[in-house]
């Protein structure tokens, strides 16, 4: 049984203007102990996934279908148990995590926070078990004492990681967790998420717009587009879906400086989801498109390798 299994999973905004539906249909897993990387552009809808998978929502979302963690809904479950899933099994570190830590509250209460309200420790253990976390994510123990103004952007992404790792889940959500990072700082981070999974035989669910930084810590990738998803594979195979290659060639690469001068970036804009296209969603921005792709919808398909794609030249070798 796969650690945390998405089936047919949908969130719909209702706001005055209608039903926005921000993912749609979205089925993937993930195993005991692998990092998945979900990617896509602004508005794909891979917050409202990590979101979803916590029950940490707006009241206006409507979920359908299931997101079973280790076999139980987490969709369906009660708030107490739903309370004690919460970072004990699944954790996560929010998108602009520069702003998740409280301001006036020091760093180690933060870090002890999730071990008290699940009473995991006494406060004598809680205190050592911080120290321990804080060198687990490489800061100092005396950092326990400093506010997170005190703290630079890469050290306080530290402190929220030691905030997901407190309570020991099986599954961490990263949502953006290098983002608003500068390059160094971001490898930095990288590596020790890396490293913190391994050692502790965590489950990974990292989300990014960059495929490069999700290839370097992630076994698999899952492509996202306008709710969808479009592609999933190992993250050492070729992608086959159009818009998958145009999301990985829009990156400059790193030591070539061509390629930053002549960035292959995509045209035109993610569509807005409350007008999209009819048949493939991707089909006004598609290079390759046919005709037939405006009014056909394509599901995933295999496309060799453990790979699935949702694009109709895929198997049909033109992809
Ligand atoms: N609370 C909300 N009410 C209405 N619409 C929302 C709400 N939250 C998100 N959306 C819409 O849902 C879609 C998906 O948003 P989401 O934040 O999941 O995307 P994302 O892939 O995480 O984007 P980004 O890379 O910018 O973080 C977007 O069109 C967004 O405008
Ligand atoms: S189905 Fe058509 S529009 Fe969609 S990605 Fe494939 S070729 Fe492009
Ligand atoms: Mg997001």
Known sequence: MA?????DLSVTYRIAAGDVPAVRGVSLSIEAGEAVGLAGESGSGKSSIAMALLRLLPRSA?????????GEDVLTMNWGRLRAVRWSEASIVFQGAQHGLNPVQRIGDQIAEPLLVHRLASPAETSVRVRELLEQVGLPTWRARSYPHELSGGQRQRVMIAMALACSPRLIIADEPTTALDLMVQAQVLTLIRQLIAENDISLLMISHDLSVLA???DRLAV???GRLVEAGPSAGDFQHPYSKALAAAFPT???????????GLAGDPPD???LPGGCSFHPRCPVALESCSTAAVELRPAGQGRTAACVLVGAGTC
């Open 254 to 264: 790193v030591g070539d400086p061509r390629s930053r001068l002549a960035p292959r």
């Open 216 to 218: 370097d810590v992630c």
């Open 62 to 70: 409507r979920l359908e279908g299931r997101a079973l963690l280790n």
């Open 224 to 226: 996202m587009y306008a």
């Open 3 to 7: 650690l945390l299994e998405l089936d």
């Open 273 to 275: 989801p409350q007008q």
